[in-house]
């Protein structure tokens, strides 16, 4: 068991209340954690998190990480801004997988949107997986 993940049998999550701003993010974007031993000094660990978008937000600009990212839309929309005039609409229930450096963003919400993110760092060198 990896340290400041604990063994967590099946249990209620509240996915109304409870969430505080997101660190360093965009006004209107909120988290709840739900595990994490995520450490980007050392680019290690894990995150599990609900991202919670109110309704009207949107990012600023077109972003990489250095980590593995998986969203699961679980309510609600989200449209990818790929350009001027370029945009597409994703409702729930929708998935996406970004590898470490892969762009994306920025995105908008015109109802809210409420997703699942995990996000982690590959155990392997120069960023191969184990």
């Known amino acids: ?60 600009e077109a972003h990489a990480h250095d980590y593995f990212e998986e969203l699961y839309i679980l309510e609600g929309d989200l449209i990818a801004i790929d350009g001027p005039g370029r945009q597409r609409r994703f409702e729930a229930p929708s998935f996406a997988c970004r590898a470490p450096g892969a762009m994306h963003g920025p995105v908008r919400t015109e109802t809210g949107c409420l997703m699942l993110e995990f996000a982690w760092y590959p155990d392997g060198k120069d960023g191969e997986t184990a």
Do not use: W, Y
């Open 1 to 60: 068991m990896k340290p400041g993940r604990p063994n967590q049998d099946f249990h209620a999550i509240d996915t109304v209340s409870g969430f505080e701003p997101r660190p360093g993010g965009v006004d209107g974007i909120t988290q709840k954690i739900l595990g994490d031993d995520f450490d980007p000094a050392r680019r290690k660990g894990s995150r599990t998190r609900l991202l919670r978008m109110a309704p009207g937000c949107e990012t600023p």
